[in-house]
Every structure is written in structure tokens, then in C-alpha cells.
């Protein structure tokens, strides 16, 4: 199919179908497709935008994400000020607001509203010009919001283009942006295993996600948006907010499907009641239920006023809170050194759990709180997740109770504590041999993300640092099956079989064990690029920050932590120590003589008969060539076995070089 035209029109239509499939997934909730069928078209319209770029537009299906790093965000100012709503927290206060409209309007007749969740996310404004997306902005204050469009853009919900019928010249929608509580457990998980800061909320998630200079960090984090009103538009015309919806939606905008159309107050108040009680099956927070005017001819009368309209009212739900009475302020030491203070609680249930400690994060946040122990205080439990201390009731304080000093030393080790810089909020241990740091640091080591010991888990890390075995991660390679056994925690077989994990990983790949070594700010991700691109540990020893922040996912904080870390003597120490015990300190070499199948991409599709999937790939990778699960254009051999799918027919409108199996198998030992 080479005739430019025929192409073409083949674009259209892949896009098309994709949009009709994002549309039904995201927005509907309805998915046609299986998520198989949805990759195929996805691929099969990348493979046809790699090889015809000029048919590529930005509004493709595949632009959601775009490379580069962001240098910061413009400003956009909001032709229509983007306001906020009026609270109310009471059913008297509702009628009071309905009672102050009616006077507005004069009138005598019914007045008719549209209820919708109050969502706790970030307030957007989305601008369509002839259905196009040219702009994703964040609210700000009002008035001017930031430009973050590059990274609204990843939100699979928010069309890059809309559909169907009559798209209005201008529109700008506004809504929420949120993240489910769901994502935002599974991300706190990664964030504290690594030793970063938690989100406290979803909304702090979703609005720190939006602000994140990585378009393709934030792809990962599952955003989502619900739209809610509109500010500009022209060459669009809605009578009531119920009609704004359905037009909307028929666009390919995503609703809220629990809105609902109320004939009068007492039907909303009751909608507001039935939300408040059941606010937690909602896969979202919500922290109120929103109040609107269905008729946009009695909106414009009633008008707003500076900060809010008049024809809209949130009725905000009491936040999750209980009074409870902090025992004792304790101090924990992290991997990294860093001093976390936490609040013993008296144990209180709070929306349905019963929560005995609280993090407070930093001294700063105890100074903040002015919390001390023996305090009663006020907790919230927001979005379900971490139960954070509010404010101290005071009134309630007991006499002679005294403020809470940064520890002069480590609450584990008894060493001095420091800042790294003044202005940081935290105070680490710096002891290298602290043992709360070496029983942490031990634990990530031995995970099955890192050297994967299996039989390493906190209770022996415990006992080995406790009895004094093991004070760096090097001593896990000496420990015997003896030594095991005076542990009360082994019998003979389980010695034996922790000895032989200790031993199996010593042949972990490098990428492994540099995500092991705990270095600040480097993740699985990272340890992977790095050790990609150098690929013997002693290299690490003479690099410059300079060199690390050539690579493109590195920023100046990560490149310094990694100079940092190869700059101590005791690296140098641990490393040495790690190379007499055998471990594996360079990337598997890769076998540079085989050189016509370095770097070519290989795509596998249906079954080998000789082969499973892993052993091909191990060969191919292990014969310096690049293992690839998408056919593209610069696919370089896709090899067809039995029952090939879909790969296969991309690869022949391609042209690729197709090989079955016994061609590969040749090409293989050729080479080899
Ligand atoms: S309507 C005020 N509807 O709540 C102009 N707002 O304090 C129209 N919000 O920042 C807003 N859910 O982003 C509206 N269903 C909903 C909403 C909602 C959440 C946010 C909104 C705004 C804040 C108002």
C-alpha cells in the first residue's frame, strides 16, 4: 500500500477507530475492544506514522506523551476567571442559598438544579479550538494559571481531539483532574520504599503529578478528569446545564455519571444526603456534593459575584476526623539516614479504621503543629490514606508539657545527626554503621527487585545486625551455614537454602545490584539507564556529574547523588569487598564480534518450535541484538513461528526481512 492517498486514508481511519475506543473506554466506561486489539491498532498506526511521518499530526492517538523534559511551565491567563464555589455545610444553609436566589429571580415558578460530586482533585481548563487541544491549564489563582498542557495531554480520558458532530470553533471545558485513591496507594507504596515523601492526598498527587517536568512521568500516573462546566466558547450554544452535558459528552468529554437532575431542593438535598454516607464506594475522593442551576437563562440573572457564582452551591461533607491523644513522639531512622518523627497515638477509630500512629513527616512539621506528647489533637484521614495530624486542640493541653527538641543524636546508633544544607527540612543519621540504616538498607538490598535473596526478610536482617553477623551489606558474603545456625530463626534446611539464594545472587544482573547499593534519588529506572550505558561498576568511580547528566532521564540532583556516593571511601570499600566475593560487577558483555546483529531489532511473533520466547530473546540480546514486542519500521528481522498474529501483517505491509524459524536458527550460528 504505497499509493500516498491510500496511506492516508488508512491513518484516518486507525485514528478514528482509536478515538471510538478511547472514547467508549475512558469516557463511556463501556470498552468494545480487548485491550490486545486496542495495542494493535495502536501499533499498527505508530508503524504507519514511522514510516509516512508526513500524515503525523498532533492530535494522533500516539502523541500523547511527548519526549523531553519540560524547562517549566507558562502562564495562561483565563479569558473568563475561573472561580470558586461558596460553601455551605448544613440543609438550612442550602435553603437559606435557595431562598436568596429565588428573591433574586422574582419569579414565581420551579426551579431545577443539577447535583454532581464535589471531586477533591485540580481545577482545569481544557481549550479546543475547532475541536483540537491547544491548551491544558491549571487554575492558579483565577486568573492566570499555568500552561501545562504537555502533560495534560497524557490523560487518557481528555481527547487530543473531540468527535462527532457540530464541534463548536471554540470551547474551553473546565474540570477535575484526580488521581483514584487506588493509583495513590499503589504510588505511595513505590515512594516509601524508596524513601520519598508521601502524598498526603489524592489531590496533592494529582496536583504534584501535573506539575511534574516529565510528560512521560506523568503518563504513569493514571490521571483522570471529569468535566464540569466551561468558560469560553463560540459556535456553541447550551440552554441548560443538562444540555451542556449531553453535547459534551457526545464530543468525547468525560462526565460525571452520577450527576443528576433534581426537580427541586428537597430532591437535591436528599441526593446530597444518600452521597454522604456513601462517599467511600466511589473509586475517587469527594469531599461535598455540587449544587448547580439547571437553566442557563436564570444563571445569567442571578449572576456571580467575585469569587463565586450565585447559581451554584457545594455542600461539603464533615471531613473524616476524630480527637484523639498523642502518647509518645518516636523517632525512626530510614535507609537513607533520614530521622522521621512519628506520633504514638491512643488508639481511634476514624471512618471505619482504627489508627494508633501518624507520621509528622519533619521537625518542621512538629514546630509547625507545635504538637508534643500528651497533646490531644485532631486527625484527618484524607482520601483514605495516610492519617495526618491537623492542629492541636490547645484548649485541652495538660500542664507543663514540653516542646519537642531535634534530637542531639540518633534515637538507634547514639552518633551526631545533621542537615545536609540548612535550608533542608531534614535531619539524617550519618553514621554509615547505624544500624537502623544497615537493617533498612540490608532489606531493600535483599528484594526481590534488587539481589533478590530469597529467606532475607526483617525478622533474620534483625537478627544478623541484632548478634552483630552482618554491619555492611558486603558481610551478607560471609555469612556460613554455622553462623545461620545459632540463630534461634534456622533449622539445617532453611541455612541451606538461604547460603545457596546468598550465592545465586551474586550472578544478579549489574542493573540489580546498583539499585540495591540504596543510592539517593535512584530508582529501579535509573540503576537501569545508568548501568545500560556504563556497564562496569569501576567506571561509576570517575564519572563527573557532567557525564551523568548527558543522559536524558538524569537531572542534576540524581547525577550529583550518584558523584556523591562514588566519591566515599567506604564505597570504594563495600565495592572491593563485593569483587572478592565474586559478585557480578559488569553488565553480561555482550558478544561485539557477532556484527551484523549487533544493534538490530528483533520482533518475535507465534511460536518456535525449538525455542521458548525467553531463550530467544536471551540468544538475540546475547548476540548484542535488541529484543523488541512492537514491529516499526526500524524493526530490523521479525521472526514468524507457528501461528503468527497480527505482527506479522504489519511486518509484510513494511516490508521488514521476514525469517521463520530455521532462517533465524542459521542467522544465529552464523553469527554466533
Ligand atoms: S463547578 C465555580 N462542579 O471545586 C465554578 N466544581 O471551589 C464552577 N469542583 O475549583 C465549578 N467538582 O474545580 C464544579 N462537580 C463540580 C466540581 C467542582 C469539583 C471544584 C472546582 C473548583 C472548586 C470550587
Redesign the pocket.
Known amino acids: 500500500m504505497e499509493n500516498p492517498e491510500t496511506v492516508k486514508k488508512e491513518i484516518e481511519k486507525l485514528k478514528k477507530e482509536i478515538r471510538g475506543a478511547d472514547y467508549k473506554y475512558y469516557v463511556l466506561s463501556q470498552p468494545e475492544i480487548s485491550d490486545k486489539e486496542y495495542d494493535v491498532l495502536l501499533k499498527h498506526l505508530k508503524s504507519f506514522e514511522e514510516k509516512y511521518p508526513q500524515f503525523l499530526t498532533p492530535d494522533s492517538p500516539t502523541q500523547r506523551v511527548s519526549g523531553g523534559i519540560l524547562e517549566g511551565f507558562a502562564t495562561v491567563k483565563h479569558e473568563i476567571k ?4 461558596d460553601n455551605t455545610y448544613s440543609v438550612e444553609e442550602l435553603k437559606d442559598w435557595e431562598t436568596k436566589i429565588k428573591k433574586m429571580l422574582k419569579g414565581n415558578f420551579q426551579l431545577h438544579y443539577v447535583v ?4 477533591d ?1 485540580v ?1 482545569c481548563s481544557l481549550i479546543y479550538k475547532s475541536g483540537m487541544l491547544t491548551v491544558g491549564a491549571t ?1 492558579g489563582d483565577g486568573e492566570v494559571g499555568e500552561d501545562v498542557t504537555a502533560n495534560i495531554r497524557t490523560i487518557k480520558s481528555i481527547p487530543l481531539k473531540l468527535i462527532g458532530q457540530n464541534i463548536p470553533q471554540l470551547l474551553e471545558v ?1 474540570g ?1 483532574i484526580y488521581m483514584d485513591k487506588k493509583e495513590l496507594e499503589i504510588i505511595n507504596k513505590v515512594r516509601l520504599k524508596n524513601g520519598e515523601q508521601l502524598f498526603a492526598n489524592p489531590r496533592n498527587a494529582a496536583s504534584g503529578s501535573l506539575k511534574l517536568l516529565s510528560p512521560s512521568l506523568v503518563a504513569k500516573r493514571n490521571l483522570n478528569c471529569l468535566v ?2 466551561f468558560g469560553l466558547s463560540r459556535g456553541a450554544e447550551f440552554k441548560t446545564h443538562r444540555d451542556f452535558f449531553e453535547k459534551v459528552k457526545n464530543w468525547g468529554l468525560r462526565v ?1 455519571q452520577h450527576n443528576k437532575f433534581c426537580t427541586n431542593l428537597d430532591e437535591a438535598i436528599d441526593y446530597c444526603m444518600k452521597w454522604e454516607g456513601k462517599r467511600d464506594a466511589l473509586s475517587y475522593e469527594i469531599d461535598g456534593m ?1 449544587i ?1 442551576v439547571d437553566d442557563y437563562k436564570l444563571r445569567d440573572i442571578l449572576g456571580t459575584t467575585m469569587k ?2 450565585r447559581w ?1 452551591v ?1 455542600y461539603k461533607f464533615p471531613a473524616h476526623q476524630a480527637t484523639t491523644v498523642v502518647e509518645k513522639i518516636e523517632f525512626s531512622v530510614g535507609r537513607t539516614g533520614i530521622i522521621t518523627p512519628v506520633a504514638l497515638l491512643k488508639p481511634v477509630e476514624c471512618a471505619g479504621v482504627t489508627i494508633s500512629r501518624s507520621t509528622l513527616h519533619n521537625f518542621d512539621e512538629i514546630k509547625r503543629l507545635d504538637v508534643r506528647e500528651k497533646d490531644t489533637v485532631l486527625i484527618e484521614r484524607a482520601g483514605e490514606v495516610i492519617p495526618k495530624i491537623i492542629k492541636v486542640i490547645s484548649s485541652m493541653r495538660p500542664a507543663h508539657i514540653k516542646k519537642i527538641q531535634v534530637p542531639k543524636q540518633c534515637p538507634v546508633c547514639r552518633q551526631p545527626i545533621s542537615k545536609e544544607k540548612e535550608e533542608e527540612v531534614y535531619w539524617y543519621c550519618i553514621n554509615a554503621n547505624c544500624p537502623a540504616k544497615i537493617k533498612q538498607s540490608l532489606l531493600h538490598f535483599a528484594s526481590r527487585t534488587c539481589m533478590d535473596i530469597e529467606g532475607m526478610g526483617e525478622s533474620v536482617i534483625e537478627e544478623l545486625v541484632n548478634r552483630g553477623y552482618v554491619k555492611s551489606l558486603a558481610d551478607i558474603y560471609n555469612l556460613k551455614k554455622e553462623d545461620l545456625l545459632k540463630l534461634p530463626l534456622f533449622a539445617e534446611k532453611k541455612a541451606i537454602n538461604l547460603i545457596a539464594a546468598i550465592e545465586k545472587s551474586k550472578n544478579r544482573p549489574l542493573s540489580r545490584l546498583f539499585y540495591g547499593l540504596g543510592i539517593r534519588h535512584i530508582g529501579e529506572k535509573a540503576a537501569a539507564l545508568l548501568t545500560a550505558k556504563y556497564n562496569n561498576i569501576n567506571k561509576f568511580f570517575t564519572l563527573k556529574t557532567g557525564d551523568l547528566e548527558k543522559i536524558p532521564e538524569m537531572g542534576p540532583v540524581m547525577a550529583e547523588s550518584v558523584v556523591n556516593f562514588f566519591f566515599l571511601r567506604q564505597t570504594r570499600k563495600l565495592i572491593n569487598e563485593f569483587k572478592n566475593a565474586g559478585l557480578n560487577l559488569q553488565e553480561e558483555k555482550r558478544q561485539i564480534k557477532t556484527t551484523v546483529l549487533t544493534g538490530k531489532t528483533f520482533v518475535f511473533t507465534g511460536e518456535l518450535e525449538s525455542l521458548s520466547r525467553d531463550e530467544a530473546r536471551r540468544l538475540v540480546e546475547s548476540l548484542g541484538g535488541k529484543w523488541s514486542s512492537s514491529v516499526s519500521k526500524s524493526t530490523d528481522f521479525i521472526v514468524v513461528g507457528k501461528d503468527p498474529g497480527s505482527k506479522y501483517k504489519i511486518a509484510k505491509e513494511l516490508h521488514l526481512t521476514i525469517l521463520n524459524e530455521d532462517e533465524f536458527k542459521r542467522l544465529i550460528q552464523e553469527k554466533a
Do not use: D, F
Open positions: 475561573m472561580l470558586s464555589l454532581e460530586p464535589k471531586i482533585g481545577s487554575r473546565r477535575e464540569h462546566s460525571n455540587v448547580k463565586s457564582p451554584a457545594a
